[in-house]
């Protein structure tokens, strides 16, 4: 492109016009800075070159955007010459260019942003030298002097737990000499004040072109607070299934496909099932053709209706044939609970009892089910809403013992507690509601109960009010060790850290139990 001293184009290659869409007609005479993108930077550029002192110099690269015939805006790397009063102009496609740089500084500058509000604890290490260099939060997330921000890798290894230290060596190297770029660990590391956290450590394998490495960058996240809940929770889950092997009946978990997601020791020992063998096997693996029928076909019927159903159900056990009362449940959409009872010695008599353990058994296993449904919908173990739970809890208890004539009043505020508390004491209101519903009235009685919940000063309380009988004058639940929901309510209380007590009303008898809501902080994780 050629232009006279006045800025005015006289001449134009062929380029032009494929490039930008311009006939030579449309161009021929215009001033060029009609071509520039009218932002203030490319402009004034333009202008300074055209200025008279700029006219004795010999050349001029600029980058400038230029419209094209569509509108389009373009980067371009402008060369300017002048020679005898006429300026040419070559220019150079440079947007894709011009973007791809743009992008990075934009990724830059986010990153940046990303890094300054992080928690996470930041290092790099040089893999040939060994050098370290830990970023501030040293001294926040582990207690370390400023100073030792400068250190080498041996100090790092140096301060990993010894259970834990030949797993991350191994981690690492394995990482490095192979060919991934990413690795994640969890392990204990120790601080400045001698005791350890849990931490997890997401690596990131800077290599050379020759794919040997280079640094190693990484983030490491304090989650000590998670890992002690999960153990907690590792725990508990423990107990839950410590109460269902303890029981007389046989309990079971299946999924839509009829696979085995639990068995308790009592159904085990009906088939002389190993203790996990048969876990994830379904019950067309497991059993004849008749009986796995016979199951898939109730399973079926109670997870499409979404509602409890009990069953008559018989098969052959090690002991022959026996004939059980089967209750089956919804634990949500694609998993089912299953509580057998053994009413073989009973076929011919109406044995009272035998009902109850049935119904003790299947209401307890219910409360696990829905502390597991409130796990999974939850996206925190530290806010487990109860007042969501409790009610559910409740109307599940009162379904399972066919009482629709009990009036059920909630007051309760909106409460979380962690899953230390929360398992506990959903199973510590389903015995002390089963007692109301198994003492409180007598056949064929109507009647009200009323639960409150509230918190007050940090600690939470929970009352079970009905209008019934009362207690009976010689009521110790301290000294009916033998009647194993009492007996539940003394242990779940204790791991509550909790004062809880009996008494009768004017008319009826009131539940009440009160603990310490700890409000445990767990820090998030970023994956």
Known sequence: MIQHESGKIIDMNSDVEKTLGYSPERLLQTHFVNL???????????????????????????????????????????????????????????????????????????????????????YELDWDSGELLWGDELTDILGYPNEERFVDYDWWLDKIHTDDLERVIHDVSST??????????MYRIKTYNGSYKYVMNNKYVDRKEDRSPDKIIGAIVDISDLKETEDHAERHQMLLEELADQTSTAIWVRDNKGKHLYMNQNFRSLFDFGKTMEIGKTVHELFDEDEAHQF?????????????????????????????????????????????????????????????????????????????????????????????????????TTSSYGVSDLDITFNLEPIVLNINLAIPFSLLINEAVTNVLKHAFNEGESGTMTVILFERNGKTTLTIEDDGKGLPDD??????????????????????????????????????????NKKEKVQGVYF
Request: glycine residues 4%; hydrophobic residues 35%; negative net charge.
């Open 296 to 396: 898939s076909d109730n399973d079926q019927k109670v997870l499409k209706s979404g509602e409890s159903h009990e069953f008559d159900e018989s098969f052959e056990t090690k002991m022959g044939k026996r004939f059980y009362k089967t209750n089956l449940f919804p634990i949500n959409e694609d998993k089912l609970g299953g509580v057998s009872i053994d009413i073989t010695d009973e076929i011919e008599i109406q044995d009272k009892r035998v009902k109850e353990k049935l119904l003790d058994s299947m209401s307890r296993i219910k409360t696990m089910a829905n502390i597991h449904e409130l796990l999974y919908q939850s996206s925190s173990f530290t806010n487990l809403k109860m007042d969501e739970s409790i009610r559910k809890l409740i109307d599940g």
């Open 475 to 516: 009521f110790n639940p301290k000294g009916r060790e033998d009647t194993l929901g009492l007996k539940l309510i003394e242990t779940l209380a204790s791991q509550l850290k909790a004062n809880y007590s009996f008494i009768s009303l004017d008319k009826g008898a009131q539940f009440k139990i009160s603990f310490e």
């Open 36 to 122: 520039l993108n009218r932002d203030e930077d490319s402009t004034n550029a333009a202008e300074v070159w055209f200025s008279s002192e700029n006219k004795i110099d010999g050349r001029y690269s600029i980058h400038l955007r230029l419209i094209d015939k569509q509108g389009t805006k373009r980067w371009f790397e402008c060369n300017f010459t002048t020679k005898n009063d006429l300026w040419y102009c070559s220019a150079r496609d440079i947007n894709e260019e011009k973007e791809a740089v743009s992008g990075v500084y934009a990724l830059k500058e986010k990153f940046q942003k990303v890094v300054d509000v992080a928690t996470d604890l930041v």
């Open 176 to 185: 490095v000499e192979g060919d991934a770029e990413k690795v994640k660990l």
